[in-house]
C-alpha cells in the first residue's frame, strides 16, 4: 500500500467515525440535558468536513508533476491544514460563546447516563488519534496529522464534559453550570491545538529547516556511494507527503566532467532509493581540494 493509500484509507475512517459520534453526541447531548456533549457535537460536525478537506488535499497534493507545476502539487498540503485550523478555531468560538450564554442560564441537571456515553467515545477518540498520527508519520503528511489532532481535541473536549458532568450530578443543585464551564475549557482546549496544527504547515511553507535527522541520513547513505568523497550544503524543503533536497558533493578534482556528472546521477538514484520519501534530489558537484 502506498503513502497516498495509507493517507487517503485513514481519512476515510475519521470521516465515518466522526458522522456516527457526531449524530450520538447530539442526540444524547439534547436527551440528556448536557450542554458539553452538544458542544462535543458541533466539534465532531466541523470535523466531518475538515477531514473531508484533508481528503481532497491528500488527493490533490498526490498529482504527479506537469509543466505549470514541476515540483509536483505538495504545497496544496499545508494549504489545506490551514483550512483545518480554521474550522477548529470557528468550532472553538461557537462552543465558547454558547458555553457563555448557557452559564447564567438557569437549566436541568444533565442526565446520570450520559456520562456511559462520554466514556466510550473518549476511548474510542483516543484509539481513533493514535491511528491517525500513527498514519501521519508513516505518510509524512502534515495535513492527516491535523486530522490526528483533531481527533486528541475531541477526547479532550468529552473528558472535560465528563469532568463537568460528574460535578453537576455529585454537587446538585446550584451547579448545572459546571457542564458549561466544561465546554469553555474545551473550547480554550481546541484554540491551544489549533495553533501546533498551525505552526508546522507554516513552517512546510516558509521551507523552514526543521529536518535534521534526514540531513544526516542523507549524508551517512551518499558516503556509500564510491566516488563520493564527502557532502558539504544539504538543503531540504517539504512538499506533501516527499522531501525536496538540494545537496553538495564532494568528488575527486582529478575525474572528468562527464565521470563528476555520473557520479551525480548515481548519488541522486541512491539517495531516492535508500530514502523512498525523497522527492527531486539536485546535486551539486565539489571538486575536492586535496586531490
Known amino acids: ?34 450542554y458539553a456533549l452538544i458542544a462535543d457535537a458541533i466539534e465532531s460536525t466541523t470535523d466531518i468536513f475538515a477531514s473531508f478537506l484533508v481528503l481532497f488535499g491528500i488527493k490533490y497534493s498526490n498529482k504527479p508533476a506537469d ?33 457563555v450564554a448557557n452559564i447564567g442560564t438557569p437549566h436541568e441537571l444533565p442526565k446520570s447516563w450520559t456520562l456511559y456515553v462520554l466514556g466510550a467515545i473518549i476511548i ?42 460528574t460535578i453537576a450530578l455529585v454537587m446538585g443543585k446550584g451547579y448545572e453550570s459546571a457542564d458549561d464551564w466544561a465546554a469553555l475549557f474545551a473550547a480554550f482546549f481546541i484554540l491551544y491545538n489549533s495553533y501546533k496544527i498551525f505552526r508546522p504547515a507554516l513552517g512546510e511553507i516558509m521551507d523552514e529547516n526543521l529536518h535534521e535527522d534526514l540531513v544526516e541520513e542523507i549524508r551517512v547513505k551518499a558516503l556509500l556511494v564510491p566516488g563520493i ?47 523512498p520519501e525523497l522527492g527531486h534530489v539536485l546535486i551539486h558537484v565539489e571538486p575536492d581540494d586535496y586531490s
Open 1 to 34: 500500500m502506498t503513502n497516498e493509500q495509507k493517507a487517503i484509507k485513514a481519512t476515510y475512517f475519521s470521516i465515518a467515525g466522526n458522522t456516527c459520534l457526531a449524530l450520538i453526541k447530539g442526540l444524547a447531548g439534547f436527551f440528556g440535558n448536557s
Open 67 to 99: 509543466e505549470n507545476h514541476p515540483y509536483g502539487h505538495g504545497r496544496a498540503e499545508p494549504l489545506i491544514t490551514f483550512l483545518v485550523v480554521g474550522f477548529l478555531i470557528t468550532s472553538a468560538t461557537i462552543i465558547g460563546y454558547e458555553s
Open 124 to 165: 474510542w477518540k483516543e484509539y481513533s488519534f493514535r491511528l491517525v498520527m500513527k498514519r501521519s508519520k508513516q505518510t509524512n503528511s502534515t495535513s492527516l496529522a491535523a486530522d490526528a489532532w483533531h481527533h486528541r481535541s475531541d477526547a479532550i473536549t468529552s473528558v472535560a464534559a465528563f469532568v463537568g458532568i
Open 229 to 275: 568523497l564527502g557532502t558539504e550544503k544539504c538543503f531540504i524543503r517539504k512538499a506533501g507527503m516527499k522531501y525536496h533536497v538540494d545537496l553538495h558533493a564532494i568528488v575527486s578534482a582529478k575525474i572528468s566532467v562527464k565521470e563528476g556528472h555520473d557520479l551525480a546521477h548515481l548519488l541522486k538514484d541512491t539517495l531516492r532509493k535508500e530514502i
